[in-house]
């Protein structure tokens, strides 16, 4: 028996082990950290303007996660608080935002560039960058899981937050004026050489529509 028992719990350990293990190399697998380089890609909007996060090397990058068949991007558009701070930081000169949208060909909600920008001219989105990425290629490389989902980047290609867009997990356009919107409070608080106070939060909204 106690053989049978040493037997069980070194099974057991191996298990528990292997799964970290794998848990671990699945999390490093979209090669985000805080703190870390964040992985550089190349794109091409729906203007057909083209650049490369590398490009813009010296400022803040925010990559905005979206999909406006989502009623929690709803949310943060329909109540205008993410053209505001598009506004807000997008007229910095040392910030560069980018919307993108990693919603695959084959599902309802895609939209093509010229749906796209039908879309942004009728909602004010005032990204300076709107970017589609059907083959889900940008949102693999950084674990995008949700729209909205957040990433900020610092001049030096770090990444400094990843996650939530705000603090409450809701569909109201009420809850906006409550809620501590984390993408405000990060790049206010590292645009004045602090560090950013909760750089990782978890993100809420409706699953990334991959192929």
């Not at 993410?82 to 895609?110: C, F, P, R």
């Amino acid at each position: 028996m106690k053989h049978y028992l040493k037997i069980t719990i070194a099974l057991f350990v191996l298990a528990a082990g292997l799964f970290f293990l794998w848990t671990g190399e699945s999390a490093n697998a979209a090669g985000t950290e805080i703190g870390k380089p964040a992985p550089d890609f190349e794109f091409t909007d729906i203007e057909g303007e083209s650049g490369s996060l590398s490009g813009f090397e010296g400022k803040y990058v925010v990559l905005e996660w979206f999909n406006h068949g989502c009623p929690f991007v709803g949310k943060h558009y329909g109540s205008g608080k993410m053209q505001e701070l598009q506004k807000k930081y997008g007229g910095e000169e040392e910030v560069v935002w980018i919307a993108i949208n990693s919603t695959s060909d084959g599902h309802g909600d895609y939209r093509n560039a010229e749906q796209s920008k039908e879309d942004a001219a009728a909602k004010g989105t005032a990204a300076e960058y709107i970017v589609l990425d059907p083959e889900g290629e940008i949102g693999k490389m950084y674990g995008a899981k949700t729209t909205p989902h957040i990433f900020i980047i610092d001049p030096e290609g770090k990444l400094i937050y990843m996650g939530a867009a705000d603090s409450i997990k809701s569909t109201d356009e009420e809850d906006i004026p409550k809620a501590t919107n984390y993408i405000d409070v990060s790049l206010t608080e590292a645009m004045a050489g602090e560090a950013v106070s909760q750089p990782e939060t978890k993100p809420y909204g409706c699953s990334v529509k991959y192929k």
